[in-house]
């Protein structure tokens, strides 16, 4: 299974708006709604900030948004702040049991 | 609020096998649908390992790792438990212990590095 792939890096400026895009397959992203994403901060745990494409789980800020578009899956960041400086991953069910994460995008706040 | 704590040695020799324990606190563990294990090569991204379910015992691998790697609960004493045979170089790495499965991995413990090297 391959991995999704996703840009090595993204950023914006405070208060601006950033969209990370997480591009799979028909056989993953492009088959079923289990896509989630995860933020993870230097030396720390990931965190999940949104699950089934674009639920946010109880705690997750409003800001942090998820779609998806036939094989593409995509999180939006809205009204950047210093701490939303992190990795973000992306990860899809692709059947059979089995499942795959994206590479990996490191954020940066101007 | 459910905790996750990995546990084991930090350091693995090459060929040998890598044993891990996750406590699990807060919450039962027999409620969750799956428990997984995860890992992160340093500096790189995230690599599922398997899954376990709590109630019928199902387990599913990567299947990268399956001839290598096996997974086990004991939902009365809250551990879950991984071990990697036959380990090399290559699964240096954080383990992380996650309550979830793919429709989402909603809690993390805090990992924890096992080296392999002589």
């Known amino acids: 299974q391959s991995a999704l792939t996703q840009p090595p890096s993204a950023s914006g400026s405070p208060g601006q708006s950033v969209t990370i895009s997480c591009t799979g397959t028909s056989g993953d992203v492009g088959a079923y709604d289990y896509v989630s994403w995860y933020q993870q901060h230097p030396g720390k745990a990931p965190k999940l900030i949104i699950y089934?494409?674009?639920k946010r789980p109880s705690g997750v800020p409003a800001r942090f948004s998820g779609s998806k578009s036939d094989s593409t899956a995509s999180l939006t960041v809205s009204g950047l702040q210093a701490e939303d400086e992190a990795d973000y991953y992306c990860s899809a069910y692709a059947g059979n049991s089995n499942g795959v994460f994206g590479g990996g995008t490191k954020l940066t706040v101007l | 609020q459910v905790q996750l704590q990995e546990s084991g040695p930090g350091l693995v020799k090459p060929s040998g096998t890598l044993s891990l324990t996750c406590a699990v606190s807060g919450a039962s563990m027999s409620n969750a649908g799956w428990w997984s294990w995860v890992r992160q090569p340093p500096g790189k991204g995230l690599e599922w390992i398997g899954e376990?379910?709590?109630?019928?015992?199902?387990?599913n691998y990567n299947p990268s790792l399956t001839s290598r790697v096996s997974i086990s609960i004991d939902t009365a004493k809250q551990h879950l438990y991984l071990k990697l045979n036959s380990v090399t170089a290559a699964d240096t790495a954080v383990y992380y212990c996650?309550?979830?499965?793919?429709?989402?991995?909603?809690?993390w413990g805090q990992g924890t590095l096992v080296a392999v090297s002589s």
């Open positions: 996650v309550r979830g499965g793919w429709s989402n991995f909603d809690r």
């Open positions: 376990i379910s709590p109630t019928s015992g199902t387990d």
């Open positions: 089934e494409v674009s």
